[in-house]
Nanobody, 114 residues
């Protein structure tokens, strides 16, 4: 069984920064691509960033240059450093892997507002 526990969200002013963390249980972490998704109210869940087991990285165009994804295989944690936050970044953020497609965590709320 796989579990995702996201943390690090909160309320931040535009231009601010947050660092999200996702702790992953189970034995799939080191060999799996890990991703961050987000879902804003009334919108579909969208891919924000992905990092493969070989540390190849892809970002959504809307966050490129502002967000950085990283992973610590020893701790089984995937991070999302978010800088220069904008109100349109407001969403619930989830980590996920296609290796365990049916599993999602509770997510962590990020609110960007003055």
């Amino acid at each position: 069984q796989v579990q995702f526990v996201e943390s690090g969200g909160g309320l931040v002013q535009p231009g601010g920064s947050l660092r999200l963390s996702c702790a992953v249980s189970g034995n799939i972490f080191s060999t799996s691509a890990m991703a961050w998704y987000r879902q804003a109210p009334g919108k579909q869940r969208e891919l924000v960033a992905e990092i493969t087991s070989g540390r190849s990285i892809n970002y959504a165009a809307s966050v490129k240059g502002r967000f950085t994804i990283s992973r610590d295989n020893a701790k089984k944690i995937v991070y999302l450093q978010m800088n220069s936050l904008k109100p349109e970044d407001t969403a619930v953020y989830y980590c996920h892997t296609n290796t365990a497609p049916g599993y999602w965590g509770q997510g962590t709320q990020v609110t960007v507002s003055s």
